[in-house]
């Protein structure tokens, strides 16, 4: 391996690279030691760049510990090896989020900005349907983060991480982080099959809205009868660009009605109370908190609390009271 012998100060003249702006850095800890990375790794000295394990050599435990030992928390990958990066770190998810030696925060970051990552790909494909290598990696990074996220760290912080500007694959990502924390809040007798698949439809309940055109999606006027019966239309195009591929049926009914309301004024079916499967309530609250306290194209971001009263006093009859009232309570420990 290049620099094996060295340590993180090393200067070898053979392996610096300039600094052209071509680097993104990444936190020590997300590296697993004992490894083949696929990607090189830089420590950055002034305005330069010193190479420090090769993309083909394996990541020792000693090269890690060195960083350690020398207090050095953060190192470079070149641009153009971002998508080794992250299918490493999708990989390797599991191990990185349930290290308790990693920082919260570091933990907490990784998982949004992959699980972000994920969905994102998804929306800006924009295809038909889906296909089962979509799917798959969206179960895995489902199943790799939901210890993670059942956890007190979780829990008090990624709020303070969450964005408040509105995008579909954001937004989705949102969803899902409080419907997993809220399905844990209600009740720990969930088994994992039902969370993973409550899960994945969290982040795909809003994936028709790629059939919608994005001058009606991002209007910052109020929608006429024709755009706003083309939004109405989201949860079916869902449902039909999962044809092609195996989805469980809890999945799919989050997806398809998320829409729906407590007392049956919803969409596309207009089913009510006990008819709407309870993972889909769960998320139609969560979907609607996280919009509401978003900066939309037509709306500002309403505060926690204001958003709340929305929900229970202008909303009335939309929610699941009783799943109402846990998603508020879990908010409030949320914050403390």
Same mark, same amino acid.
């Given at each position: 391996?290049?620099?094996?012998?060295?340590?993180?100060?090393?200067?070898?003249?053979?392996?610096?690279?300039?600094?052209?702006?071509?680097?993104?850095?990444?936190? &020590?800890? *997300?590296?697993?030691?004992?490894?083949?990375?696929? $990607?090189?790794?830089? =420590?950055?000295?002034?305005?330069?760049?010193? =190479?420090?394990?090769?993309?083909?050599?394996?990541?020792? =435990?000693?090269?890690?510990?060195?960083?350690?030992?020398?207090?050095?928390?953060?190192?470079?990958?070149?641009?153009? /090896?971002?998508?080794?990066?992250?299918?490493?770190?999708?990989? /390797?998810?599991?191990?990185?989020?349930?290290?308790?030696?990693?920082?919260? @925060?570091?933990?907490?970051?990784?998982?949004?900005?992959?699980?972000?990552?994920?969905?994102?790909?998804?929306?800006?494909?924009?295809?038909?349907?889906?296909?089962?290598?979509?799917?798959?990696?969206?179960?895995?990074?489902?199943?790799?983060?939901?210890? $993670?996220?059942?956890?007190?760290?979780?829990?008090?912080?990624?709020?303070?991480?969450?964005?408040?500007?509105?995008? *579909?694959?954001?937004?989705?990502?949102?969803?899902? *982080?409080?419907?997993?924390?809220?399905?844990?809040?209600?009740?720990?007798?969930?088994?994992?099959?039902?969370?993973?698949?409550?899960?994945?439809?969290?982040?795909?309940?809003?994936?028709?809205? &790629?059939?919608?055109?994005?001058?009606v999606l991002n209007k910052p006027g109020?929608l006429d009868d024709s755009e706003w019966?083309?939004?109405?239309?989201?949860?079916?195009?869902? &449902?039909?660009?999962?044809?092609?591929?195996?989805?469980?049926?809890?999945?799919?009914?989050?997806?398809?009605?998320?829409?729906?309301?407590?007392?049956?004024?919803?969409?596309?079916?207009?089913?009510?109370?006990?008819?709407?499967?309870?993972?889909?309530?769960?998320?139609?609250?969560?979907?609607?908190?996280?919009?509401? &306290?978003?900066?939309?194209?037509?709306?500002?971001?309403?505060?926690?609390?204001?958003?709340?009263?929305?929900?229970?006093?202008?909303?009335?009859?939309?929610?699941?009271? @009783?799943?109402?009232?846990?998603?508020?309570? =879990?908010?409030?420990?949320?914050?403390?």
């Amino acid at each position: 391996m290049n620099n094996t012998s060295q340590g993180p100060e090393s200067r070898d003249s053979a392996s610096l690279v300039s600094d052209d702006g071509y680097y993104f850095s990444v936190s &020590t800890d *997300t590296l697993n030691p004992d490894t083949n990375t696929g $990607f090189p790794i830089y =420590l950055k000295r002034g305005s330069r760049y010193v =190479l420090y394990a090769s993309a083909h050599d394996l990541f020792t =435990l000693d090269l890690k510990q060195r960083l350690v030992q020398s207090g050095i928390e953060t190192v470079y990958i070149p641009l153009d /090896n971002q998508a080794s990066y992250e299918s490493y770190v999708i990989e /390797n998810l599991e191990d990185i989020l349930n290290n308790p030696e990693i920082p919260d @925060d570091v933990r907490t970051k990784v998982f949004l900005d992959t699980t972000a990552g994920q969905v994102k790909e998804i929306f800006e494909t924009r295809t038909p349907c889906l296909d089962n290598k979509v799917v798959d990696g969206v179960h895995h990074v489902v199943k790799s983060s939901l210890s $993670f996220l059942l956890t007190p760290a979780a829990m008090e912080n990624i709020r303070r991480f969450l964005s408040h500007d509105y995008q *579909t694959f954001s937004h989705s990502v949102h969803v899902f *982080t409080y419907t997993m924390m809220l399905m844990n809040y209600m009740s720990e007798d969930w088994d994992e099959e039902t969370l993973v698949n409550t899960g994945v439809g969290a982040l795909l309940h809003d994936i028709g809205k &790629t059939k919608i055109p994005a001058s009606v999606l991002n209007k910052p006027g109020r929608l006429d009868d024709s755009e706003w019966n083309q939004i109405k239309q989201h949860p079916k195009h869902g &449902t039909s660009m999962c044809t092609n591929v195996w989805l469980p049926h809890m999945s799919l009914d989050c997806i398809r009605f998320h829409h729906e309301k407590f007392d049956g004024s919803g969409y596309p079916a207009g089913i009510r109370k006990d008819e709407i499967p309870v993972p889909a309530r769960v998320i139609t609250c969560c979907d609607v908190y996280d919009a509401i &306290t978003s900066k939309r194209p037509y709306a500002a971001a309403e505060p926690p609390f204001e958003a709340l009263k929305i929900m229970g006093e202008k909303m009335k009859g939309s929610f699941d009271p @009783d799943i109402l009232r846990s998603f508020i309570q =879990l908010l409030g420990r949320m914050s403390k």
